[in-house]
C-alpha cells in the first residue's frame, strides 16, 4: 500500500540555524501539506500546496517557513533560522486533490529539536 | 469549520465494540465528518468519513445522525492496538480553511486486555 515518507526522522539542530524536512507525497497526489505538533498540544496546520503554489497557510507559517516541490516526487519544508519553539514533530500529508471529500494520508514525522 | 466535542477519555474491553461519539452541533449542510487517529507520536492515520449517510470500511463505521449534529465512530472488535487518540473533526466544503483538518484534543481511547 502506497504512503508518505519522511526524512529524517529525527533532526537536531542549534538555534538560528536553517532545517529541511524532505517528505516523498504518495505518487498520484497532488495536494500536499504540512503540520506540526508541539509535545503534548494539537496537531496544527502549516500549509497546503498545489501545482507549485501555496494554496493556504496558517498563522504559524511566516516568513521563516517555506515549501518546495524541488523535483517530481519530493516535497520540502525549509525553516531558516530555526528557534527554540520550532522544537515538534512535523508530519507531511498528501491527498489526490485538494476537495473535502479527499482524504489526507501523513506521513510518520521528523522530530525537529532545536537547541 | 465547526466545532467538535469528544470525551476526553474511554476505556473499551478487548474484543468488544468501541462506540466513539462526537457533537459537532454546530455543522453545516456541506461540512463533511472525519475520524484520524494517532497512535504514540505516530502521523495521524484516517480511519473514514462521512457526509449525510453512514458510511462503512475495513476499519470502522460512521454512524452520523439525520439532523448532523453529532455522530459515532465504531470499531467492532477493539485489539490492544486500537488503543489511540481518536480525533474527530469536521471539515470545510470550500473558502477558508477548507484545506486544512482542524485537530482537537480527540478521545484518548484506551483497550484493555
Known amino acids: 500500500e502506497p504512503e508518505v515518507t519522511q526524512t529524517p526522522s529525527h533532526q537536531v539542530t542549534q538555534m538560528g540555524q536553517e532545517v529541511i524536512l524532505r517528505c516523498v507525497p504518495i505518487?498520484?497526489?497532488?495536494?500536499f501539506y504540512w503540520y506540526r505538533q508541539i509535545l503534548g498540544q494539537k496537531v496544527e496546520f502549516l500549509v497546503s500546496f498545489y501545482n507549485n503554489e501555496i494554496s493556504e497557510k496558517s498563522e504559524i507559517f511566516d516568513d521563516q517557513f517555506s515549501v518546495e516541490r524541488p523535483d517530481g516526487s519530493n516535497f520540502t519544508l525549509k525553516i531558516r533560522s530555526t528557534k527554540l519553539e520550532d522544537s515538534a514533530m512535523y508530519f507531511c500529508?498528501?491527498?489526490?486533490?485538494?476537495?473535502?471529500?479527499?482524504?489526507?494520508?501523513f506521513g510518520p514525522g521528523t522530530r525537529l529539536t532545536v537547541l | 469549520d465547526a466545532k467538535t466535542t469528544q470525551p476526553p477519555s474511554m476505556d473499551c474491553a478487548e474484543g468488544r465494540a468501541a462506540n466513539l461519539p462526537c457533537n459537532h452541533s454546530?455543522?453545516?449542510?456541506?461540512?463533511?465528518v472525519y475520524w484520524y487517529r494517532q497512535i504514540h507520536s505516530q502521523g495521524p492515520q484516517y480511519i473514514i468519513h462521512?457526509?449525510?449517510n453512514n458510511e462503512t470500511n475495513e476499519m470502522a463505521s460512521l454512524i452520523i445522525t439525520e439532523d448532523r449534529k453529532s455522530s459515532t465512530l465504531i470499531l467492532p472488535h477493539a485489539t490492544l492496538r486500537d488503543t489511540a487518540v481518536y480525533y474527530c473533526i469536521v471539515r470545510a466544503y470550500s473558502g477558508a480553511g477548507s484545506y486544512q483538518l482542524t485537530f482537537g484534543k480527540g478521545t484518548k481511547l484506551s483497550v484493555i486486555p
Open positions: 505518487s498520484n497526489h497532488l495536494y
Open positions: 500529508a498528501s491527498s489526490v486533490m485538494g476537495l473535502a471529500f479527499n482524504e489526507q494520508f
Open positions: 454546530t455543522i453545516s449542510g456541506n461540512e463533511y
Open positions: 462521512g457526509l449525510k
